[in-house]
């Protein structure tokens, strides 16, 4: 599906209603969300962390997982994409890898799909430029691979 493309704080969204909040971002593999939007989620919606850090420690984060987690008090749901294997702040070095991005975006299309039947409209899902903040990807091929990989999911993505 066509992006829609939002300005603004992604967390501030307002979805269609009925739907519950459904944000998607990147993580890297290392168990840690100290930066970026990353460290928003961290903040705002704790259990998203704690199922990262339990997948983390349990069974270590495999570059193309994606983490679910669900607080059913606010209805949000948060999926944590194991997009990049490290982090870092070396401007030269693309730390996102494009080939998982597509596995993330193949799995949270599948969840989307089997959710589907809950929801009148197409699902929303919200997110940052995946990959291409900290992680210093390129905006033009990920776009394209979510664009090609939503089938089931209406992607919302937020630019400051």
């Known amino acids: 599906m066509k992006i829609k493309y939002m ?3 992604m967390f501030k969204h307002v979805f269609p209603k009925g739907q519950n909040k459904v944000f998607l ?4 593999a290392q168990g840690v969300m100290g930066s970026g939007v990353a460290a928003q989620i961290k903040k705002l919606y704790p259990e998203a962390y704690e199922a990262y850090r339990l997948k983390h420690s349990l069974e270590g984060l495999i570059l193309g997982d ?4 669900h607080d059913y ?3 949000t749901s948060v999926m944590n994409a194991i997009t990049q294997q490290y982090y870092g702040r070396d401007k030269k070095t693309v730390y996102v890898d ?3 991005i597509e596995e993330c975006i193949k799995l ?3 969840e989307c799909r089997i959710s589907q039947w809950l929801y009148e409209d197409t699902i929303e899902v919200v997110m940052p430029k995946i990959g291409c903040g900290l992680a210093n990807g390129d905006w033009n091929v990920v776009s394209a691979i979510i664009e090609e990989h939503s089938n ?4 919302v993505v937020y630019e400051l």
């Open 7 to 9: 300005k603004g704080d």
């Open 66 to 69: 994606v983490v679910f987690s």
């Open 152 to 155: 089931n999911f209406i992607p």
């Open 25 to 28: 971002h990147g993580c890297n």
């Open 108 to 110: 949270v299309d599948e």
């Open 98 to 100: 494009y080939k998982v």
């Open 73 to 75: 008090t606010t209805n």
